[in-house]
């Protein structure tokens, strides 16, 4: 079996336009490994202890292929992600928390996480907040941050390999899509605190501003590719991969308008406004006409997708913004929530009840500019 995943993976990455030989050759041979893998942490955490050894000497191929590479490409970037993201991404996991750090010795911690009865033992009975460490999120903002800068380098950095532009290109969406989702770990306590604690960040806007200007990049690519280019290259995954990457950009425009609020420099102009309204049309299309990005997507996924990004409170808060105060046509009515008493009206409330906290800075500014109630 091994050998004809190498003979396949040789066939694959080593043709005759491959760019990067000598360090291709290591790259097939880590690719191979890379199959197990990716087959094993289909089934248990790759940060199980079992798979420390695999992962070992995945990195140790790794770094004696990027050994042979030039530095201004981002071909090594695509393998990391390829190697070390892409198995926690594909089930958007992240690595383990350091929550029983202080509860048990460092070396029995991962062992406490993997055993179910231990894990609800640390987790439920003896993990008050308290009694967390201050690095409970240090291995997943350490992952974080190298994930980000793979996003860097695939998106700042020429790729000479044309089949390896070719992998970038399919798995960039997915990237995309699971860091601006996960970006909000880098806050070292709970997932309702962090997103509010890092919009006052600075390096946090920073790095959505960057994301924006990265992805609104990568989209440019689209018509150059054509759309027989793009069912060609994504394949059956087109619009699930499309509907991932226009997620990842409503994720880091809806950080940027509250940040904008929050900074005092919004403007119903901004970028972010534009880019915002343009996306959550094109992912929810004109109003009962069914005909949006999202309503391509199989049942379950659509309705995953809509309800996050249209039908919940900030969602609603967003389009309150943007349609209410902006003046902006703005799509999106209620499909998957068949409630009889809600309507958009009710919806729009719920939305004004969830950004209450920037309600007073966003109306004092309109009112600044254009004014606004």
């Given at each position: 079996?091994?050998?004809?995943l190498y003979?396949?993976?040789?066939?694959?990455?080593?043709?005759?336009?491959?760019?990067?030989?000598?360090?291709?050759e290591?790259?097939?041979?880590?690719?191979?490994?890379?199959?197990?893998?990716?087959?094993?942490?289909?089934?248990?955490?790759?940060?199980?202890?079992?798979l420390?050894?695999?992962?070992?000497?995945?990195?140790?191929?790794?770094?004696?292929?990027?050994?042979?590479?030039?530095?201004?490409?981002?071909?090594?970037a695509?393998?990391?992600?390829?190697?070390?993201?892409?198995?926690?991404?594909?089930?958007d996991?992240?690595?383990?928390?350091?929550?029983?750090?202080?509860?048990v010795p460092?070396?029995?911690?991962?062992?406490?996480?993997?055993?179910?009865?231990?894990?609800?033992?640390?987790?439920?009975?003896?993990?008050?907040?308290?009694?967390?460490?201050?690095?409970?999120?240090?291995?997943?903002?350490?992952?974080?941050?190298?994930?980000?800068?793979?996003?860097?380098?695939?998106?700042?950095?020429?790729?000479a390999?044309?089949?390896i532009?070719?992998?970038?290109?399919?798995?960039?969406?997915?990237?995309?899509?699971?860091y601006?989702?996960?970006?909000?770990?880098?806050?070292?306590?709970?997932r309702?605190?962090?997103r509010?604690?890092?919009?006052?960040?600075?390096?946090?806007?920073?790095?959505?501003?960057?994301?924006?200007?990265w992805?609104?990049?990568?989209?440019?690519?689209?018509?150059?590719?054509?759309?027989?280019?793009?069912?060609?290259l994504?394949?059956?995954?087109?619009?699930?991969?499309?509907?991932?990457?226009y997620?990842a950009?409503?994720n880091v425009?809806?950080?940027l308008?509250?940040?904008?609020?929050?900074?005092g420099?919004?403007?119903?102009?901004?970028?972010?406004?534009?880019?915002?309204?343009?996306?959550r049309?094109?992912?929810?299309?004109?109003?009962?006409?069914?005909?949006?990005?999202?309503?391509?997507?199989?049942?379950?996924?659509?309705?995953?997708?809509?309800?996050?990004?249209?039908e919940r409170?900030?969602?609603?808060?967003?389009?309150?913004?943007?349609?209410?105060?902006?003046?902006?046509?703005v799509?999106?009515?209620?499909?998957?929530?068949?409630?009889?008493?809600?309507?958009?009206?009710?919806l729009?409330?719920?939305?004004k009840?969830?950004?209450?906290?920037?309600?007073?800075?966003?109306?004092?500014?309109?009112?600044?500019?254009?004014?606004?109630?």
């Amino acid at each position: 079996m091994d050998i004809a995943l190498y003979v396949d993976a040789r066939n694959r990455w080593l043709g005759s336009e491959s760019k990067h030989l000598l360090a291709k050759e290591y790259f097939v041979a880590g690719d191979v490994l890379s199959k197990h893998m990716l087959f094993i942490t289909g089934l248990i955490h790759p940060d199980s202890l079992t798979l420390k050894p695999f992962f070992a000497l995945q990195h140790g191929i790794y770094n004696l292929a990027v050994g042979h590479m030039p530095q201004n490409d981002g071909e090594s970037a695509l393998w990391y992600h390829r190697w070390f993201i892409y198995p926690y991404a594909k089930r958007d996991h992240l690595p383990y928390e350091n929550r029983p750090g202080r509860l048990v010795p460092d070396f029995m911690a991962r062992a406490f996480i993997e055993i179910p009865v231990l894990k609800y033992l640390v987790v439920k009975v003896l993990g008050p907040k308290d009694v967390y460490p201050k690095d409970f999120r240090a291995n997943q903002q350490k992952h974080l941050k190298k994930t980000f800068e793979v996003i860097k380098k695939l998106s700042t950095l020429p790729i000479a390999d044309k089949s390896i532009h070719q992998e970038y290109l399919k798995a960039f969406p997915g990237l995309a899509f699971y860091y601006s989702l996960n970006q909000v770990f880098h806050y070292n306590q709970w997932r309702s605190e962090g997103r509010e604690k890092l919009l006052y960040e600075a390096w946090y806007v920073n790095h959505n501003e960057e994301q924006l200007r990265w992805y609104l990049a990568f989209e440019t690519q689209f018509d150059s590719i054509g759309a027989e280019g793009m069912k060609q290259l994504y394949g059956k995954s087109l619009f699930k991969d499309l509907s991932l990457f226009y997620g990842a950009i409503l994720n880091v425009t809806e950080d940027l308008i509250l940040s904008d609020i929050i900074y005092g420099h919004f403007s119903c102009d901004s970028e972010h406004i534009k880019t915002y309204v343009r996306v959550r049309n094109l992912v929810a299309g004109e109003d009962g006409m069914e005909n949006g990005l999202f309503f391509k997507l199989p049942e379950r996924e659509f309705m995953v997708m809509y309800e996050s990004f249209i039908e919940r409170s900030y969602p609603y808060f967003y389009k309150y913004i943007t349609r209410d105060k902006c003046n902006y046509t703005v799509h999106g009515v209620p499909v998957v929530i068949v409630v009889s008493n809600v309507d958009e009206a009710w919806l729009i409330e719920s939305g004004k009840s969830a950004g209450y906290k920037y309600l007073d800075k966003l109306n004092q500014q309109l009112n600044k500019t254009n004014g606004g109630e």
